[in-house]
């Protein structure tokens, strides 16, 4: 497991699985979901500048770093509900949170289906629950196609576990050149070699694919409302995600604000840290106690 400094570890049971929890400092508790194809140590850069006012809690979702990985529950929503039998397990009420990629998806659904447990959310380039579809889109779905490999039974967990190169080659190119070293891409691609998480990375993509996506885009969120205060911060490189999905939300979270970060691509807590740290202490700084 990579080490950092002031970072203690340990499991906690909810939910009937385990679930790996690394954790720094003390203070009200702030918790950070991690997205593919990482886990805690996505935070690395962060947790030293939190946890001086935080009690910073940084769990691995299921099926990836060192958390069960069981064969089912890779829809989003069962993510997002792992999370809040987790804060309960913690002895905790009521929480920040931050997420990135399926972690913010998963965050943006806490928020929607357990309200009372997040007292403010700072979301991490991924797109909201309520995503705008026009033709400044339509360039973007070909960008799609690692999630259909990576969700092809057999073809997608193979990958994972025999072509580490594969995750090296999709975090470098979904970054700006020098975020990361390649210790960090090996922290991140070896434990996918591991068969049950290759598995359970392809669920995660099959799962929305083949489940998720279609009633995503036609407004399965539509009714809901998100009246948590929320901040999403967006780098504006995000070669999967173009800012144009960001459109639409007003009427969905009017406690939503969203700022788009020039010349950042995906990974914006590995690429600007400084600046999320600075978003993130004067958001959660307004924000009322947990």
């Not at 400092?25 to 886990?39: C, E, F, K, S």
């Not at 069960?68 to 089912?72: L, N």
């Given at each position: 497991?990579?080490?950092?400094?002031?970072?203690?570890?340990?499991?906690?049971?909810?939910?009937?699985?385990?679930?790996?929890?690394?954790?720094?400092?003390?203070?009200?508790?702030?918790?950070?979901?991690?997205?593919?194809?990482?886990?805690?140590?996505?935070?690395?850069?962060?947790?030293?500048?939190?946890?001086?006012?935080?009690?910073?809690?940084?769990?691995?979702?299921?099926?990836?770093g060192w958390s069960?990985?069981?064969?089912?529950g890779y829809d989003?929503?069962?993510?997002?509900d792992d999370v809040?039998?987790?804060?309960?397990?913690?002895?905790?009420?009521?929480?920040?949170?931050?997420?990135?990629?399926?972690?913010?998806?998963?965050?943006?659904?806490?928020?929607?289906?357990?309200?009372?447990?997040?007292?403010?959310?700072?979301?991490?380039?991924?797109?909201?629950?309520?995503?705008?579809?026009?033709?400044?889109?339509?360039?973007?779905?070909?960008?799609?196609?690692?999630?259909?490999?990576?969700?092809?039974?057999?073809?997608?967990?193979?990958?994972?576990?025999?072509?580490?190169?594969?995750?090296?080659?999709?975090?470098?190119?979904?970054?700006?050149?020098?975020?990361?070293?390649?210790?960090?891409?090996?922290?991140?691609?070896?434990?996918?070699?591991?068969?049950?998480?290759?598995?359970?990375?392809?669920?995660?993509?099959?799962?929305?694919?083949?489940?998720?996506?279609?009633?995503?885009?036609?407004?399965?969120?539509?009714?809901?409302?998100?009246?948590?205060?929320?901040?999403?911060?967006?780098?504006?490189?995000?070669?999967?995600?173009?800012?144009?999905?960001?459109?639409?939300?007003?009427?969905?979270?009017?406690?939503?604000?969203?700022?788009?970060?020039?010349?950042?691509?995906?990974?914006?807590?590995?690429?600007?840290?400084?600046?999320?740290?600075?978003?993130?202490?004067?958001?959660?700084?307004?924000?009322?106690?947990?």
């Open positions: 497991m990579p080490f950092l400094a002031g970072v203690e570890h340990r499991t906690i049971r909810a939910g009937g699985l385990d679930f790996h929890v690394a954790e720094a400092g003390v203070g009200d508790p702030l918790v950070l979901l991690h997205g593919w194809p990482q886990h805690w140590y996505m935070w690395r850069r962060v947790i030293p500048g939190l946890a001086e006012r935080y009690r910073v809690i940084c769990p691995d979702l299921r099926g990836l069960d990985a069981p064969r089912f989003k929503e069962t993510l997002a809040a039998l987790l804060i309960d397990a913690l002895g905790l009420e009521r929480v920040r949170l931050a997420g990135h990629d399926w972690g913010g998806l998963a965050g943006f659904l806490l928020c929607l289906r357990h309200p009372g447990l997040v007292a403010r959310y700072l979301a991490l380039n991924i797109v909201h629950p309520w995503p705008s579809m026009g033709l400044a889109t339509l360039p973007a779905l070909p960008r799609l196609w690692y999630q259909a490999v990576l969700g092809t039974p057999g073809l997608g967990p193979r990958l994972l576990r025999d072509a580490p190169g594969f995750v090296r080659w999709m975090l470098s190119v979904s970054a700006e050149r020098g975020t990361w070293s390649r210790d960090e891409l090996d922290a991140f691609a070896e434990r996918l070699r591991e068969p049950a998480r290759a598995e359970a990375s392809s669920a995660i993509y099959r799962t929305f694919l083949t489940r998720e996506l279609v009633p995503f885009l036609r407004g399965r969120y539509r009714d809901s409302r998100l009246d948590t205060p929320t901040l999403l911060l967006f780098g504006d490189r995000d070669r999967v995600q173009p800012v144009a999905l960001l459109d639409g939300y007003e009427a969905h979270a009017p406690a939503m604000q969203v700022e788009v970060v020039p010349g950042v691509g995906h990974f914006i807590a590995e690429e600007a840290p400084d600046l999320v740290l600075d978003r993130a202490l004067r958001f959660f700084g307004d924000g009322e106690a947990a």
